[in-house]
């Protein structure tokens, strides 16, 4: 299971590094600094996967869930939700330190 987290952590870094390659050439051709959401992925990448997404939560859930929740979520950069994604799975799955506790 441990082996699994890693490897996730590993794979939202590389993630993580490419949309924020991506977004440094875009800031360097524009002149400005900027910041492509993961909205923004998601629509350019898969767009009938977010309708489909969407209308999935609106249906299951109430439609404030969507716009209030996960639409914000999805408006932060890509590459700030991938390294915390990555982050925080790599803490999940690191390895313990093994105590030897000694009763006499």
């Not at 490897?7 to 939202?12: I, Q």
Request: hydrophobic letters at 60%; proline letters at 3%; glycine letters at 10%.
């Amino acid at each position: 299971m441990l082996i699994l987290l890693r490897f996730l952590a590993g794979v939202f870094l590389l993630i993580a590094t490419i949309a924020a390659v991506y977004d440094g050439t875009r800031s360097l051709g524009a002149g400005n600094l900027v910041m492509t959401s993961l909205l923004e992925h998601w629509a350019t990448l898969a767009p009938g996967l977010l309708a489909a997404a969407r209308n999935g939560v609106q249906r299951a859930t109430h439609p404030l869930v969507w716009e209030l929740g996960a639409a914000k979520l999805l408006g932060l950069p890509a590459w700030a939700v991938f390294t915390a994604l990555g982050i925080l799975f790599a803490y999940a799955g690191r390895r313990r330190r093994r105590v030897n506790v000694f009763a006499n």
